[in-house]
């Protein structure tokens, strides 16, 4: 199995400040990558695909990048909507994969 | 757009088999594949497995062949059962359209307890 882990795992931030959220592969997943957000009682939202993709209707604050086996979520300018936690899953090979997530707070 | 409901017990005695439905609506089932996603209290998410409309299913080994997926098209659902359920499957359970561009669209979820 494809191991996924992000770091870190808890993040403190404030409005407008810029983050950066990594996911290291166990093996290579190529791009086959994506980033979702998952407020609390929520289902997840797909934010991110093939490691750069911008889903649509996704804001543009929102960034992915990477290939390998080490990826990178950006939220360049945070909003207070943006305080959630958030997790990378691979979709290179099964069984899929989710990283252990980032919880996201307001400073 | 397309949209997912889960459906199914709440409630599951110890060693019983867990039964759940995904009902999509606003589009077909085909030519999509789906997948199930679960998420224990307080923790994070774990993939099930996947079925494609024409019934290619593929599992997670952790579940230890106790996991069945499949699909009606003629009612535009899928199912999911689990069974030998213990306290360690209570969970909230997802249904997600899988695609070659990620997970897409998620069903609300459903929250399962096992519990005698």
């Known amino acids: 199995d494809s191991q996924m882990t992000q770091s870190p795992s808890t993040l403190s931030a404030s409005v407008g400040d810029r983050v950066s959220i990594t996911c290291r592969a166990s093996?290579?997943?190529?791009?086959?990558l994506a980033w979702y957000q998952q407020k609390p009682g929520k289902a997840p939202k797909l934010l991110i695909y093939?490691?750069?993709s911008l889903q649509s209707g996704v804001p543009s604050r929102f960034s992915g990048s990477g290939s390998g086996t080490e990826f990178t979520l950006t939220i360049s300018s945070l909003q207070p909507d943006d305080f959630a936690t958030y997790y990378c899953?691979?979709?290179?090979?099964?069984?899929?994969?989710f990283g252990q997530g980032t919880k996201l707070e307001i400073k | 757009q397309v949209q997912l409901q889960e459906s199914g017990p709440g409630l599951v005695k110890p060693s019983e088999t867990l039964s759940l439905t995904c009902s999509v609506s606003?589009?077909?089932?085909?030519?999509?594949?789906w997948s199930w996603i679960r998420q224990a209290p307080g923790k994070g998410l774990e993939w099930i497995g996947y079925?494609?409309?024409?019934?290619?299913?593929n599992y997670n080994p952790s579940l230890q062949g106790r996991v069945t997926i499949s699909v009606d098209t003629s009612k535009n659902s899928l199912s999911l059962k689990l069974s030998a359920v213990t306290a360690a499957d209570t969970a909230v359970y997802y249904c997600?359209?899988?695609?070659?561009?990620?997970?897409?669209?998620w069903g609300q979820g459903t929250t399962v307890t096992v519990s005698s």
């Open positions: 997600a359209r899988e695609s070659s561009d990620g997970m897409d669209v």
């Open positions: 606003g589009g077909s089932i085909s030519p999509d594949y």
């Open positions: 079925i494609s409309y024409t019934g290619t299913s």
């Open positions: 093996e290579t997943i190529s791009t086959w």
């Open positions: 093939r490691a750069s």
């Open positions: 899953q691979q979709y290179n090979s099964y069984p899929y994969t």
